[in-house]
């Protein structure tokens, strides 16, 4: 009987002793590598993004068109936009009066959110460079999309580590060290040493046009435009002939024209028992519609789709919640970024810009009713956005404030919405050489040629021999506003310090934002920019 | 290979099959009753062991046992708790009647991990409760028979949602990164679910609470274990059935006061005409009934009890509740001459929940109170039909009509648990014994939830396109246990022995899930809910959303080994060592050591004090290792991301940390147990260090491609004190009064932590994003409020904050908090600096009076109820207003500040049961009968203005506008926080029948 015990449990712990102590961990529903599948309609809509779908959906997702991230403390922090605390409502502890003031600091929750949605951006580029999975072709559009992030972060943080493979570690570059690499990616993705009138872009292996979703050659030289614009800023030295050089490139290539007369889409906003709604919205209008895909005057934009492109929400961040029933809205909005009182008047009337970026006045409902807010702060009960704001805080009325609405809303919207995001623009290369040119020439009139191509397809008057340094960054307020320039631009024309409706005058240590607090204590050795 | 329970199952039956041999010892059955010395009244429940074995049997109703026994038994021991126990040589008797005196030296036998001790052996912090202990009442979860009975015990369930999980706490938190809760073990089943037990068959529940004890069960015991133990047949008895009914109505305790519509109307609110108390329309009486039936006995070796228990409980918020059925089935038996014991237990329980919705109670509160329930009474023209008859305050943030949230929506669950076990045990000698347990359990939750077309609280009613919205949750949850284990059992010399138990353990736990949430639903004729064929949503990208998470099999292996050695029966000693591997942890760091140690010694054997009966010291130490979170903690994890071109490719979510290693608790415990005449008292200091706890962190995205990733964090350290009292204040023939009090306290600091100091818990919307109100800060104590004091009413309406570090400028903001010259302040803890349970047990001839009380003191909540909508804010003026007698009307704009922190300290009368026996003759059909009356929540003394002062141990952020609030990942270094989706406190009365035949 012993023996028979004995050997009988030796033969189920030789059976099972290996797996007794087996332990190896297969985790089958999450997923541990990399994968990528090409996609079935290569060519479609989509571009073909292929390998690169990810990087290209981190345009959407690295905060370029919602709340909380890189668009917030791009707008709010300047002369075009606020959000007013409504009582208890959009307090939010603060934080978004401390951006319209300036008065924000390492641990404003926005400015880390930026920092965050760039570097998973930048982290997915490498991840997909480190993958060997791509062509040279798209290795360049990678590293070109990935230094136009590396810009954002040169623009709104200067001091950045330059991670340019998975799990490398850096020390912090100084400001000039991230302009130069960003300089360096965007012009061998280019195929070229230098911008020079004699460049011959013919061995980039960047496309030569095409879809706006895939970065291009004249995306690439839009991007360095921009940057050699800002170059005296980030770095000291000033670098306007390049910059009128690449974006005369872009308009004499031919490849993109404005989209003025005759360019338009339907107005999938209109109301149908509403006849002031246009049926088709055309020119300016037409360049930010929900159905602008495919606009000529697009160079590089990030392609939002409320079904498979998910990250813009202006509707929600715009709207007081009863204009839900004026576009049929499958969600309320939150009545949130409203204009400020003098930019919105610093547009003329007759300026077509002015209608299509802003709603004002009594709201209607779909059926052309009046629109409600149970909640008015005044004695009229239905809604009216008024141009003139009582206060930012304690009790900045709910229905104060022009809505921006240059992107425009459609009916039946959802809170992802349709509208796509331009990166690089005709319109704003025409701005980039009138401001490289007038500055190299030292003279602002020279700049009026190519405004008032702009302001003509506006419909407003032309500059004669008017124009000055104000003016022009007025003009290029109302033609960019709620394009994420704002703040670029006022810390070049030196205005972001300056006094404004409800904002004290500030440090210029603040034209660069903290390095966040919590990026700083994740303990990679980060340090913190000077004046926090 | 790899391990397959089955062939593991297969393989023990097989050896057990090989060991069934013909051993025949002569055996036979020895009767008795077991009475107090003092009153002659029988001991119900007294312990009843074979000197030198594990056989037992305990004394049934009327205090009479039964139990067979070898012919080489020799001594039985008698033991009762609070009684002093007594050894009798059987000889040749077959009857054996005793009588044990109170109030001397314990010695009953409490279940530990793998076996039995005496309670005078255990050198850790034990403490065990018996049914007759156990809290009153209709009980919805476990674990409130438990609550304020056991020091350093927390079971908090604020407001008594009775489809609310019980936050349970031993010696506060054991990690950071996760809620983790004592592990339960049920019947020797590791990781049961307390679910799947029914109160009323619950004998016994022994807590583990330090290090050494629970060392024995390895990472699993980290955060403290509790055992429970159901109930069993007798051995010698027919069959014997007992009905235990319960019917009970609660009402709410009370809400949160809000203006009148006539103070609303005259403090600026939009009149819409009517009068409506929201919270008055709905809650309700809730109604409960529960019916227990159990038959039991015992016939030869074997013993058996079967119960069906069913549970009715209504809520007093308007559909919510559950029905629940459960069965159990316990079956022991002994063969061979007793040497092969074989003990089967199963048990299966289907509720079926109506969640309800919490939302209904937060926007009864903040409803405009002139509003209309239904649409055709609306002062102005309005669209009823769109909105299911109802009215509602359209373009309003946050606010939904709560009759409509309850009358329209459907939040339905069903779950259905099986779990069996069974353990043969074969003794080689009458020295060793080998064993082997096999369990498994396995659970399916199906949540149901349905939003008709004219709901406009998720139901999106106002949309033109696509309305109504249904979801479905499915999970399966599943684990597998194999323990095999021998004991060794030997005197040595007549006062000492030593018992070794050593073993191997396999546990693998396994999950799923599947989530589908869809809309836009044609109508309501159909019950659209179910035929998901008919939502639009199908024919339209982009607004299906579907989840699915499957787990890889999640493996703990130990071996562990125990010895427990009696010297000279005063010096008691227990050491364990345990070796675990996980499949949690990168292939380096899999395997942790665990070992423990404790020491008592019976003092007073050697000092033989006056009038002392037992003075007891007992030191223990014991090291745990705990791996809280998710599988796959230490590997990269992507995430899809869809092109729409087809293609599909993956981002990196979490990074990987193939460095993590086991999370470590080092625990002592110094305990000293007193016993004097009437009075016996148990202290219990301990100090605990958690390191290297682990924590899902922010780390550098730059380098790590994303910023989470696991890491071993931090040190926690925790520092307590835990008191038992008991007294006989009167203990007369017809007469008897016990009153005991337990009293603990505990500080928890983090002493290290991945960054200096760190604001935690948003307020959340409308309006209150960016408001942190919950500092940690290395060094220091957790659950710390954080925020600037209220001073005054500014001319603006605006609070005006105090300048609290004198330098002429107040930095009040939040964007400030953490700077050092903010004026900011500590404005409360959230954890309670002492709490107490105060059970007072009276019996008078055939009557008992059991009236339990129970408070916290010293913790705070910030009451956000307050926060949110008692400043007059003019553009709220369609939502009504909270106003307690803290309000300060002039306020016209709200800012997180110290005038919505309140000290919530608090002192109930818990449960009041009174109850009445009748006697009936012997060889009566009828045994006994118990008639009672039980109360709770009777009286609550306490300053907090809101629902429920009961501590707010973890919080689960903020939720607003309809949004759904995530209770699967609680924060549980933000306790105090009272948010707007507490279930309102209720009152309950509870007939009670307890019936024996």
Not at chain 1, 396 to 415: L, M, T
């Amino acid at each position: 009987m012993k023996e028979l015990f004995k050997y009988s449990l030796i033969l189920c712990l030789g059976l099972s002793m290996s797996a007794c102590t087996d332990l190896e961990e297969d985790l089958i529903g999450d997923i541990t590598d990399e994968i990528v599948v090409k996609g079935i309609n290569v060519g479609g809509p989509g571009g073909g993004e292929g390998p690169l779908t990810a990087l290209y959906a981190e345009l959407r997702n690295a905060g370029t068109a919602n709340h909380g991230g890189y668009y917030s403390i791009q707008e709010i922090t300047t002369d075009e936009m606020f959000i007013g605390a409504k009582g208890g409502d959009w307090f939010d502890g603060g934080d978004l009066i401390r951006l319209h003031q300036h008065t924000y600091t390492a641990n404003h929750p926005f400015v880390n959110g930026a920092w965050v949605q760039t570097y998973n951006a930048i982290a997915t580029a490498n991840d997909n460079l480190g993958s060997g999975n791509l062509k040279d072709s798209e290795v360049a559009q990678a590293r070109a999309v990935r230094a136009y992030f590396y810009w954002r972060l040169l623009d709104s943080y200067g001091r950045v580590k330059l991670v340019t493979e998975l799990d490398q570690d850096p020390p912090q570059a100084n400001r000039q060290d991230v302009f130069t690499f960003v300089e360096t990616e965007l012009l061998e993705a280019l195929g070229i040493d230098e911008v020079s009138a004699s460049m011959d872009l013919s061995n980039s292996l960047l496309g030569d046009g095409g879809s706006a979703y895939t970065m291009n050659r004249y995306g690439a030289l839009g991007l360095l435009a921009k940057l050699y614009l800002n170059a005296e800023v980030y770095t000291g030295t000033a670098m306007y002939d390049k910059a009128e050089i690449a974006a005369s490139y872009i308009i004499d290539s031919g490849k993109y024209v404005l989209c003025g007369e005759g360019c338009s889409v339907p107005n999938l906003g209109k109301r149908p028992r509403v006849d002031a709604d246009p049926d088709e919205l055309e020119g300016y209008a037409a360049v930010f519609a929900a159905n602008n895909e495919g606009n000529p005057e697009h160079i590089f934009s990030v392609r939002y789709d409320e079904a498979t492109g998910a990250g813009m929400n202006f509707a929600n961040m715009n709207l007081h919640y009863s204009s839900q029933f004026t576009w049929n809205f499958q969600e309320q909005p939150w009545n949130g970024y409203a204009t400020v009182e003098e930019f919105y008047n610093s547009y003329d009337d007759e300026d077509l810009r002015k209608e299509a970026n802003f709603i004002v006045g009594p709201q209607l409902d779909f059926s052309g009713s009046a629109l409600l807010d149970y909640a008015a702060d005044d004695d009229d009960i239905q809604l009216n956005y008024t141009p003139e704001i009582n206060e930012l805080a304690p009790n900045s009325q709910r229905e104060a404030g022009a809505r921006p609405a240059k992107f425009s809303y459609k009916q039946f919207g959802r809170a992802e919405m349709d509208n796509d995001f331009p990166i690089v623009r005709l319109g704003e290369v025409y701005l980039v050489r009138a401001e490289a040119a007038s500055r190299l020439a030292g003279n602002w009139t020279v700049a009026e040629a190519d405004v008032n191509v702009l302001r003509a397809r506006a419909g407003a008057s032309e500059y004669n021999g008017t124009m000055t340094a104000d003016e022009f960054l007025a003009e290029r307020g109302r033609e960019m506003f709620q394009e994420t320039a704002r703040r670029t631009d006022m810390i070049r024309f030196g205005k972001y310090n300056s006094e404004w409706w409800e904002k004290p005058t500030s440090e210029p240590f603040v034209n660069i934002f903290p390095i966040p607090q919590e990026q700083i204590n994740a303990g990679g050795g980060l340090t913190q920019n000077p004046g926090y | 290979m790899k391990l397959n329970i089955n062939s593991m199952t297969r393989g023990a039956l097989f050896v057990l099959a090989l060991l069934l041999c013909n051993f025949t010892f002569a055996q036979r059955t020895i009767t008795g009753t077991v009475t107090d010395a003092e009153t002659g009244e029988s001991l119900i429940g007294a312990n009843i062991l074979v000197v030198g074995s594990s056989t037992g049997t305990i004394t049934n109703f009327d205090g009479t046992y039964s139990l067979n026994v070898s012919n080489d038994a020799k001594e039985l021991e008698f033991s009762y708790t609070g009684y002093s126990s007594q050894r009798v040589e059987i000889g040749s008797q077959t009857t054996i009647d005793v009588s044990l005196s109170a109030g001397q030296q314990l010695d009953e036998v409490v279940v530990v991990g793998y076996g039995s001790q005496k309670e005078k052996e255990i050198t850790s912090a034990v403490t065990s409760v018996g049914a007759e202990d156990f809290n009153q009442g209709p009980i919805t979860d476990p674990s409130q028979l438990l609550q304020g009975k056991v020091a350093g015990l927390q079971v908090y369930n604020r407001g008594g949602d009775p489809n609310g999980q019980s936050v349970i706490r031993l010696r506060g938190i054991s990690t950071v990164g996760a809620n983790t809760e004592p592990l339960v073990v049920v019947d020797g089943i590791i990781g049961a679910s307390l679910d799947n037990v029914d109160p009323n068959d619950i004998e016994n529940v022994t807590v583990l609470k330090d290090g050494s004890a629970a060392a024995i069960y390895g990472s699993r015991g980290s955060s403290g274990v509790i055992l429970v133990t159901t109930r069993t047949g007798s051995k010698g008895k027919g069959v014997e059935f007992s009905y235990n009914g319960q019917t009970a109505v609660s009402t709410a305790f009370n809400s949160v006061p809000v203006m009148s519509p006539e103070e609303f109307v005259a403090a600026g609110g939009t009149d819409l005409g009517s009068q409506t108390d929201w919270v008055d329309e709905v809650t309700r009486m809730g109604l409960s009934n529960v019916h227990s039936l159990s038959a039991s006995g015992g016939a030869g070796n074997t013993t058996y009890r079967v119960s069906g228990n069913y549970r009715n409980v209504d809520g007093i918020l308007e559909n919510s509740g559950f029905e629940q059925f459960n069965g159990r089935v316990n079956l022991s038996t002994k063969a061979f001459n007793e040497r092969v014991s074989i003990d089967f237990n199963s048990s299966f329980t289907n509720r079926n929940s109506d969640y309800g919705f919490n939302e209904a109670l937060r926007y009864g509160v903040l409803y405009n109170p002139t509003a209309p329930v239904l649409g055709e009474n609306a002062p102005f023209p309005f669209a009823s039909e769109q909105y299911g008859g109802f009215f509602e305050t359209l373009g309003l943030f946050d606010s939904f009509n709560p009759v409509s949230i309850i009358e329209q929506n459907r939040n339905q669950g069903q779950r259905t648990e099986v779990t069996y076990g069974a353990r043969v045990g074969y003794d080689i000698t009458p020295n060793l014994e080998i064993a082997g347990r096999v369990a498994q359990q396995k659970t399916t939750l199906a949540n149901r939830e349905y939003y008709p077309t004219t709901s406009l609280f998720r139901g999106n009613a106002t949309s033109p396109t696509r309305k109504g919205l249904a979801e479905f949750y499915d999970e399966i949850t599943s684990f597998q246990l194999f323990e095999g284990y021998a004991t060794y059992v030997n005197d040595i010399g007549s006062k000492s022995n030593l018992r070794v138990t050593a073993g191997y353990s396999y546990q693998q736990n396994n999950f799923e899930s599947t989530f589908l949430s869809l809309g836009d639903f044609p109508d309501n004729s159909l019950n659209f809910g179910n035929l998901i064929e008919a939502s639009q949503d199908l024919q339209n990208a982009g607004f299906i959303s579907a989840d699915r998470n499957v787990s890889p099999d999640e493996k703990i292996i130990a071996f562990f080994a125990r010895a427990n050695m009696t010297i000279d029966d005063a010096i008691f000693l227990n050491a364990s060592l345990r070796r675990e591997g996980s499949t949690k942890l990168g292939e380096d760091n899999r395997w942790g050591l665990f070992p423990a140690l404790g020491v008592g010694v019976d003092v007073n054997r050697y000092l033989d004090l006056n009038n002392v009966d037992q003075l007891k010291v007992r030191v223990g130490y014991g090291v745990t290792g705990a791996l809280p979170g998710p599988n796959g903690l230490s590997q990269e994890i992507r995430t899809v991301v869809n092109g729409d071109d087809g293609s599909v490719s993956t981002e990196l979510n979490r990074a990987a940390n193939p460095d993590l290693k086991w999370e470590e608790k080092a625990e002592l415990n110094l305990g000293v147990e007193f016993t004097m005449g009437r009075l016996n008292a148990t202290l219990d200091l301990y100090d605990r260090d958690i390191s290297d706890f682990i924590l899902e962190r922010t780390v550098d995205a730059a380098v790590f491609g994303t910023d989470r990733r696991f890491e071993n964090a931090g040190l926690l350290t925790t520092q307590g004190a835990e008191l038992t009292l008991g007294y006989d204040v009167i203990r007369k023939e017809n007469m008897i009064w016990n009153t005991g009090l337990v009293l603990s306290t505990y500080r928890t600091t983090l002493e290290e932590y991945v960054v200096p100091q760190e604001q935690r818990a948003n307020l959340g919307a409308p309006g209150q994003n960016g408001t942190n109100m919950v500092v940690i800060r290395e060094g220091e104590e957790i659950g710390q409020i954080w925020g600037p004091v209220f001073e005054s009413v500014g001319e603006d309406g605006s609070p005006v904050l105090a300048d609290l570090n004198g330098d002429g400028q107040v930095i009040g903001d939040q964007g400030n908090a953490l700077n050092p010259d903010a004026d900011f302040q500590v404005l409360g803890n959230g954890i309670p600096d002492l709490e107490f349970g105060w059970t007072n047990q009276l019996s008078f001839g055939d009557w008992s009076v059991n009236a339990f009380f129970r408070g916290a003191l010293g913790h705070s909540l910030v009451n956000t109820f307050r926060a949110f909508y008692e400043p007059r804010i003019s553009s709220q003026t369609s939502y009504n207003f909270v106003n307690t007698d803290l309000a300060e009307p002039g306020l016209t704009s709200a800012q997180f500040s110290s005038l919505y922190v309140e000290e919530a300290d608090f002192f109930k009368l818990d449960n009041l049961t009174i109850s009445r026996r009748f006697s009936f003759e012997k060889g009566s059909a009828i045994r006994g009968l118990t008639v009672s009356v039980t109360g709770q929540n009777l009286f609550v003394l306490t300053n907090y203005t809101g629902t429920d002062p009961e501590p707010s141990l973890v919080d689960y952020g903020s939720s607003d506008n309809g949004g759904v609030v995530d209770f699967s990942s609680p924060d549980v270094l933000s306790p105090g926080i009272d948010r707007r989706y507490s279930y309102f406190a209720s009152r309950t009365f509870t007939l009670g029948l307890n019936l024996n035949f």
